[in-house]
């Protein structure tokens, strides 16, 4: 029995929660699914993620209710994280938000495409999941930075990278939970390891 957590600081979380159902359903994966905020929900997750919001917002929260370490925590117990779009900002290193985790070894630029009314929704490939181009929605995107050579870059859009993964870690640009396509949550809960 698996039990996925989705961070309910902020942002998008019951997008999340029903993605997530969704794929562990496909998968034929045993498990459930838990919207997280305080410090024991996280003892017993065999995955979590983190998502797309505001990450100001989110690192501002993390701090207050010191769930930082928690997610440290899973992160070194070699328990699959997931952000996306803020989710992979505070995934990277604190050098544009103070309460980034820094878990992986990137930084991330904070709306890299533009502001709100520069969102869009654009096909790109992702190998690693498939060959039928991806449908991926940017809003707000931010972008990762000065990958180290620890990063496996798993996608790019305008030469930017877009997705990418370290072990257990993976930080996504675009929101993989408003499109019908499970595609990366069944890659994510993949990573869990039974
Ligand atoms: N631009 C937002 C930020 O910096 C992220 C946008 C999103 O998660 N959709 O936090």
């Not at 359903?25 to 003892?43: I, Q």
């Not at 900002?89 to 009314?117: H, P, S, V, Y």
């Not at 930080?171 to 890659?187: G, I, M, N, Q, S």
């Amino acid at each position: 029995m698996i039990t996925a957590g989705v961070l309910s600081l902020q942002g998008d979380v019951s997008e999340q929660v029903s993605h997530t159902k969704a794929a562990m359903h496909d998968l034929n994966l045993d498990g459930c699914v838990l919207e997280v905020k305080v410090k024991k929900e996280f003892k017993d997750i065999n995955a979590l993620i983190i998502p797309g919001g505001e990450s100001t917002t989110i690192g501002k929260l993390l701090k207050e209710y010191g769930l930082g370490e928690e997610i440290k925590k899973l992160a070194r117990k070699n328990i699959p994280v997931m952000g996306t779009c803020a989710g992979l900002i505070m995934l990277g290193k604190d050098t544009n938000n103070a309460n980034a985790l820094g878990l992986m070894d990137m930084e991330a630029e904070r709306n890299a495409f533009g502001r709100q009314k520069e969102s869009f929704e654009v096909d790109i490939n992702i190998p690693r999941i498939g060959e039928t181009p991806y449908h991926a929605v940017f809003i707000r995107a931010p972008v990762i930075k000065k990958p180290s050579e620890k990063i496996e870059i798993l996608a790019e859009y305008k030469n930017k990278v877009v997705m990418a993964q370290e072990n257990n870690l993976l930080a996504v640009a675009f929101h993989p939970e408003l499109t019908e396509d499970l595609r990366v949550h069944k890659y994510f809960l993949e990573l869990i390891k039974r």
